[in-house]
């Protein structure tokens, strides 16, 4: 039985290090970008890849939903930039209002 290749490894199976990992682009050189959507109040907000990580951002949707008695979705955007991601998401929610980041959604 042959042994699969660990996710760690590198293409010649040998390990990777901590500077060949970091050397490492992102899928097709996109972005990601967490998208938080309101259905009720048809609104959403946008986090870049500079902005707090995805696993914070779901845990405070998850805090203030619960709080406010508000079923709120999140998701991820690939995109080249955060204009594409925008541009696509309005695409989809064309009748949705973007309030900015989760920060900024948050304080309205």
């Known amino acids: 039985m042959e042994r699969g290749r660990a996710a760690s490894d590198g293409p010649d199976g040998a390990p990777m290090t901590s500077s060949d990992k970091e050397s490492v682009s992102p ?62 998401i309005q695409a989809h929610l064309p009748d949705y209002t973007f309030l900015g980041t989760w920060a900024e959604a948050r304080d309205k």
């Open 27 to 88: 899928v097709s050189g996109r972005l990601t970008f967490h998208v938080i959507i309101d259905h009720t109040h048809r609104t959403f907000s946008m986090d870049g890849p500079d902005g707090p990580s995805g696993v914070r951002l779901h845990y405070e949707m998850l805090v203030v939903a619960r709080k406010q008695s508000k079923k709120l979705l999140d998701l991820d955007v690939r995109a080249e930039t955060g204009d594409a991601a925008l541009a696509e």
